[in-house]
């Protein structure tokens, strides 16, 4: 069965990083959101208890950091559902 993950990158204007997190997702077609920072998220980041800055990138609920990303971006976007105690998503 598969399974979508939510993916949300939250960016800022002109900001490299982001973009390449972006490429990543659409040559690997896989769908997600993009939201900019303003002062509205950044109290929902706060509430989250997040406070690096952009690109973070949310995933089912979980927050990544660009480090994350470099380290292990198929960690991250696992998209299909996997047995428990999978290696890609550590369960």
Do not use: H, W
């Not at 659409?26 to 769908?31: D, M």
């Amino acid at each position: 069965m598969f399974m979508a993950k939510e993916i949300l990158i939250i960016s800022l204007p002109n900001c490299s990083k982001c973009d390449e997190i972006k490429a990543y997702l659409k040559e690997n077609k896989i769908p997600f959101s993009d939201r900019m920072l303003d002062s509205e998220l950044q109290t929902e980041l706060v509430m989250e208890n997040v406070y690096s800055n952009p690109p973070n990138v949310r995933v089912d609920g979980r927050f990544y950091t660009y480090k994350d990303f470099k380290a292990n971006p198929e960690l991250m976007f696992c998209v299909e559902s996997c047995s428990e105690g999978c290696s890609c998503c550590q369960k």
